[in-house]
T-cell receptor, first 116, second 111 residues
Framework: AQKVTQAQTEISVVEKEDVTLDCVYE???????LFWYKQPPSGELVFLIR??????QNEISGRYSWNFQKSTSSFNFTITASQVVDSAVYFC?????????????FGKGTRLHILP | EPEVTQTPSHQVTQMGQEVILRCVPI?????FYWYRQILGQKVEFLVS????????KSEIFDDQFSVERPDGSNFTLKIRSTKLEDSAMYFC?????????FGPGTRLTVT
């Protein structure tokens, strides 16, 4: 069965601090995709990254970076030098890649507060 | 950049009423989805749709729900007789070759 666990329900950090959001997943498939989405207070889902299970290279995009560790089934997300605009709920998600229309399974999300 | 659109952005309905949520997927996409997010909770898969039929549905997607692609552009979710617990944000998504693009969501409030 597929499962995504985000153990941190809520995190608060002061602006400019670095923060890491944890994500642990479970799947029986060898081919799958991992995602991170941001949900700001306005409610939409903002796509941040999709990672193929065969690509374990870490990714950096500006202040955002992702660490994919297949050995520990983790796909953690780090925001460097956080800003107030980073305040949102962040969802880690998993999709098994058996078919083109495989559903996305979301974690429960981590609510991130960046304090000025 | 093409995007998925959804209407209305907010719908208020009375318990027992039928409601139709509308989505316009990205034009060359072939796979369509509905997800639901009860306030403060995680996003949950409802149904996927391909080639004019349901590919997969979750346990949430019971007989009260139906989906349709009536005219080749719209993709609709119908709830036949709404319940209080149907109050949620409903997201439509579409995909072409793997990545799903989400719409902005319709907030449904059942009173």
């Amino acid at each position: 069965a597929q499962k995504v666990t985000q153990a941190q329900t809520e995190i608060s950090v002061v602006e400019k601090e670095d923060v890491t959001l944890d994500c642990v997943y479970e799947t029986r498939d060898t081919t799958y995709y991992l995602f991170w989405y941001k949900q700001p207070p306005s409610g939409e889902l903002v796509f941040l990254i999709r990672r193929n299970s065969f690509d374990e290279q870490n990714e950096i995009s500006g202040r955002y970076s992702w660490n994919f560790q297949k050995s520990t089934s983790s796909f953690n997300f780090t925001i460097t030098a956080s800003q107030v605009v980073d305040s949102a709920v962040y969802f880690c998600a998993l999709s098994e890649a058996r078919r083109r229309d495989d559903k996305i399974i979301f974690g429960k999300g981590t609510r991130l507060h960046i304090l000025p | 950049e093409p995007e998925v659109t959804q209407t209305p952005s907010h719908q208020v309905t009375q318990m027992g009423q039928e409601v139709i949520l509308r989505c316009v997927p990205i034009s060359n996409h072939l796979y369509f989805y509905w997800y639901r997010q009860i306030l403060g909770q995680k996003v949950e898969f409802l149904v996927s749709f391909y080639n004019n039929e349901i590919s997969e549905k979750s346990e949430i997607f019971d007989d009260q729900f139906s989906v349709e692609r009536p005219d080749g552009s719209n993709f609709t979710l119908k709830i036949r007789s709404t319940k209080l617990e149907d109050s949620a944000m409903y997201f439509c998504a579409s995909s072409g070759s793997g990545e799903q693009y989400f719409g902005p969501g319709t907030r449904l409030t059942v009173t």
